[in-house]
């Protein structure tokens, strides 16, 4: 198997990129970035370490919960979760940060490109508290490029269309692949009882 090497190689297999899809990269958020950030109750959040190991994190949470804070920074709330941090770690040694933003049921979606900071800054945290509960930490991003991408991966995907959607049962539940891949003692119910505790315990 060969690789492309090069920018020219690859270049050569694609045709130019059309003035629109160059245009249309925003360096700040308009009010219709704005708009969608507000809508949004998802987001990936891309970021890699200081030797290139790539990471993709989702964070979800109610519309609206990363929160514009003027024209080019935006704060993301981390609440509880697993403790890996790797996104935070990440962060520490390399701010390069790439975020996809969707709303479900939309094709489009916002891709948002910059640096990013963490901070404790009890203020923040307070704004974007939940039932009192404020989060561990906020990740505070400075855009650099702002952009709405198409709708194609959607489409061919059928993500939104609950008709093509497979059968939950034909996956294993998340107990199972546990039992296997970590070689519990416990049963796949037990430690399925044992998420849906944790679930309902500590989602903020």
């Not at 990269?25 to 890699?48: M, Y």
């Not at 704004?127 to 959607?154: E, N, T, W």
């Not at 546990?178 to 416990?186: G, M, R, S």
Request: glycine share 6%; hydrophobic share 40%.
């Amino acid at each position: 198997m060969q690789f492309i090497s090069t920018r020219e190689e690859l270049r050569q297999q694609y045709k130019p990129a059309t003035e629109g899809s160059l245009r249309k990269e925003l360096r700040a958020f308009d009010s219709h970035c704005r708009n969608f950030i507000a809508k949004s109750p998802f987001v990936l959040i891309g970021s890699s370490d200081s030797e290139g190991n790539a990471d993709v994190t989702p964070k979800g949470d109610r519309p609206g919960f990363v929160v514009v804070l003027d024209d080019r920074t935006l704060a993301i709330p981390d609440r509880p979760g697993n403790n890996r941090l790797d996104t935070l770690e990440n962060i520490l040694v390399n701010p390069a940060i790439g975020l996809l933003f969707l709303i479900p049921g939309m094709n489009e979606t916002l891709r948002v490109n910059g640096e990013a900071r963490i901070t404790l800054d009890g203020a923040l945290r307070e704004r974007l508290a939940v039932d009192g509960k404020a989060p561990q930490s906020v990740i505070v991003v400075k855009a650099k490029a702002v952009y709405m991408h198409c709708a194609k991966a959607f489409m061919r995907s059928d993500l939104w269309v609950p008709e093509k959607w497979r059968p939950r049962a034909e996956m294993p539940t998340l107990g199972e692949i546990l039992k296997d891949q970590l070689a519990l003692a416990e049963t796949a119910e037990q430690t399925d009882r044992w998420l849906d505790d944790a679930y309902s315990k500590s989602m903020w």
